[in-house]
């Protein structure tokens, strides 16, 4: 089967390739504008296989390190004024059921966990597809490419006990997309 490949520049890419190889990516908001054709400023970055002390040291050579969220594996990473999430793989496990909020739930980050992991925990699937940077091979195990030119949004599996916080997410995509009947099935 053929990777899709697809053309990706912002400001940093160059940056994030050289520093982390073939283990960062473009994850979410940024691929699935990328996919129906739109040019997005928000690049939130995802890297694989390096552990949180190694990628903090690493990018703060080249600009200003904010670790917003250590005990999750996020960190913002400000170069020359444009912000990055940069995120470690993670898992979110519901406390309890129905988990509403992100405090229902307990997030762990990995570096080793697979891509596809990481990105089953999205909302929906046309936000669970990544882009690697170095060579923009789409990663997109849950056919997400399809999912923004279609009228229905399905949720991921595990965003059904998450309904509240999604159901909010769902209606600011929708508005943002206007003159298209988008539905959370």
């Known amino acids: 089967?053929?990777?899709?490949?697809?053309?990706?520049?912002?400001?940093?890419?160059?940056?994030?390739?050289?520093l982390f190889g073939e283990n960062v990516y473009?994850?979410?908001?940024?691929?699935?504008?990328?996919?129906?054709?739109t040019l997005s400023e928000e690049v939130?970055?995802?890297?694989?296989?390096?552990?949180?002390?190694e990628?903090?040291?690493?990018?703060?050579?080249?600009?200003?390190?904010?670790?917003?969220?250590?005990?999750?594996?996020?960190?913002?990473f400000t170069k020359d004024g444009k912000t990055y999430d940069i995120a470690l793989p993670r898992k979110d496990v519901p406390k309890e059921k129905p988990a509403r909020r992100h405090k229902d739930f307990l997030i762990s980050a990995d570096?080793?966990?697979?891509?596809e992991r990481d990105l089953e925990r999205r909302d929906f699937r046309c936000n669970s597809m990544a882009v690697r940077?170095?060579?923009?091979?789409?990663?997109?195990?849950f056919d997400g490419v399809e999912r923004p030119r279609k009228t229905r949004l399905p949720l991921q599996q595990?965003?059904?006990?998450?309904?509240?916080?999604?159901?909010?997410?769902?209606?600011?995509w929708g508005k943002g997309h206007k003159g298209q009947d988008h539905t959370v099935d």
């Open 158 to 172: 595990h965003g059904r006990e998450a309904e509240g916080r999604r159901s909010r997410r769902s209606f600011r």
């Open 111 to 115: 570096p080793d966990l697979p891509l």
């Open 26 to 37: 473009a994850v979410g908001g940024y691929v699935r504008d990328l996919v129906m054709g």
């Open 55 to 76: 990628i903090v040291p690493t990018i703060r050579k080249h600009g200003k390190v904010d670790l917003v969220g250590k005990s999750f594996g996020i960190i913002k």
């Open 1 to 18: 089967m053929a990777v899709e490949k697809l053309k990706v520049k912002f400001r940093d890419r160059d940056l994030f390739v050289r």
């Open 133 to 141: 940077l170095k060579d923009g091979a789409l990663v997109d195990p």
């Open 44 to 53: 939130d970055i995802l890297i694989i296989r390096t552990p949180l002390e």
